[in-house]
Structures are given as C-alpha cells and as structure tokens.
C-alpha cells in the first residue's frame, strides 16, 4: 500500500555532504505516520539505525553520527530527509527509510528500497 521513494545517494569525498530524501506514497488513505528512520547497512552486516524521528520530532541517532547527521521530517508531504555533513569513509553503505504508517485498517511498517552513499577517502 506504501512505497517509500529515496533519492539523495551518490558518492562524494570525505568531508562533503549529502541529503537524503523519503517521500511515502499510497493508494490507500495515510492516517498518520508515527516513526520515521533511516538505517544502513554494508554487505555481509546488520542493518543498523543511523537516525529516527517521531510524529512529534523527538530524534534519535547513532553515537557514530550524532552531530553530523540530522534527521528531519515534513508531516504535511509524508517525508523525512537526513541531512550528512562531514561525511567518513565508514559512512559508505546503502541507506533505507523506514515508515511507521497507520491506516485505518491498522498500521504497517514499510522499507524503501535503499539508496547507495559513497564516501570516497
């Protein structure tokens, strides 16, 4: 019922910043959306949380990232995007968005399909 669309990814050098962006999207009627996150993962390891945010903007985020990442979301457009600054080397992985969404029916979470960060040394 939901796709969440990420765009933002690509490679840049140490240092440099990206932003990534989620937008949720349904045929059904969106009642809200709770919780809102970005997590990341490299071949071969657990997909880890990087950042959240709630309905009411209360954030979250990694020890690995905390004042270099932020997490933000527009409630009006069902979106959240993650601003990177000062990007490393380790920050290389492929990035998902994570959607808590509510429906009437019930609520659902929802994965994008993930979006490729390269941080180049």
């Known amino acids: 019922q939901v796709q969440l669309m990420e765009s933002g990814g690509g490679t840049v050098q140490a240092g440099g910043s990206l932003r990534l962006s989620c937008a949720a999207s349904s045929s059904g009627s969106i009642v809200s959306i709770n919780d809102m996150a970005w997590y990341r993962q490299r071949p071969g390891t657990q997909r880890d949380l990087v950042a959240a945010?709630?309905?009411?903007?209360?954030?979250n985020y990694q020890d690995s990232v905390r004042g270099r990442f932020t997490i933000s979301r527009d409630n009006a457009k069902n979106a959240v995007d993650l601003q990177m600054n000062n990007l490393k080397h380790e920050d290389t992985a492929v990035y998902y968005c994570?959607?808590?969404?509510?429906?009437?029916?019930?609520?659902?979470?929802?994965w994008g399909q993930g979006t490729q960060v390269t941080v180049s040394s």
């Open positions: 945010i709630t309905s009411g903007g209360n954030t």
């Open positions: 994570k959607a808590d969404v509510r429906f009437k029916i019930g609520g659902y979470t929802y």
